[in-house]
């Protein structure tokens, strides 16, 4: 089994932060969020990827060279295609059954879990589903007791008790894409999965596990601290990989060896040739790469030009309820 990568979007819910980086390149921990997405398909015995490009291709492709130990290989949208548009584009390169996953997602799913309940059902599409508090920002997943999918409520309303929603990871069965015209614009959940749930033809698979699609600002900050110890799963090698180590006097940041620091520094996370000043005094914060800081910041992301104020609790939309603040020891 092969995979799709989905790493075209404009990532427009996190500007100003992707005004010149895509999203998949945001750093997260001092590591591109696409590096934690090859890390868990690598760990899960996938190593034949397909990345589907459109916004700032080139920073994609370049850094997906550095990568030892599996293959990469890209298509680049010059016109939009939407994303089961671009997976038909790829559709030469994939085997008959193949993995589509989020290049800006971060998740925990058991892929060879999936992979079997997929099997079993003898479904063309099998989708991740997952529990979270406010489902206002996503799709509604309505699902019967054997599995198969019944029907989607876009975005609802009201929050209630919260709801299941779609993961955007599905494993599919190459048959489903002769239900994509070839060189169309076409979405996965706007134009094929109403098609297919008439058909009885997708499969959910609940997913009780740590899943974010850092869709807003606070989950882009929330995501960099839950990942300080390097991720859920090992990461591939790759040889352009900013190098960081534990500063502080409580060893409780983590800063790139290319970041200079000489103002105060705690709990905070800084990018590769950032800068605290002497003047700085910061706690908390996410500091993007080259950025000098200077002054008080809490809680902030601190890019160029711009900082953006987080809320002080992490409370935002993830199945994983966990603590963040503990893996930030």
Known sequence: MNAVILAGGFGSRLKPLTDSTPKPMLPIANV????????????????????????????????????????????????????????????????????????????????????????????????????????????????????????????????????????????????????????EKYDFARDLFPRLVVLGQINAYFHDGFWSDIGSPQAYYEANFRMLKGGFFPLVPHRYRTVSRRVGSEKNSLAAYSALLTGRCSRSIVGEGAAVASDANIEGCVVLAGVTVRGFHYREIIGDGYSLPLATDFAHNQHDSADISKNFS
């Open 32 to 183: 591109p969020m696409l590096d934690y997405v090859i890390s868990h398909l690598h760990a899960s015995g996938i190593n034949d990827t397909v990345l589907t490009l459109g916004y700032y291709p080139e920073q994609i492709t370049e850094w997906i060279s550095g990568y030892s130990g599996l293959r990469a290989r890209h298509v680049v949208e010059n016109v939009p295609l939407g994303t089961a548009g671009g997976v038909r584009a790829a559709m030469e390169e994939l085997d008959d059954t193949f993995i589509v996953v989020s290049g800006d997602a971060l998740e925990n799913i058991d892929y060879a879990a999936m992979l079997k309940s997929h099997k079993a059902s003898g479904k063309l599409i099998t989708m991740a589903v997952t529990r979270v508090r406010d489902p206002r920002m996503f799709g509604l997943v309505e699902y019967a007791p054997d599995g198969t999918v019944t029907g989607f409520t876009e975005k609802p309303s009201d929050m209630g008790d919260g709801g299941i929603v779609n993961c955007g990871v599905y494993i599919i069965s190459r048959a489903a894409l002769k239900y994509v015209p070839y060189g």
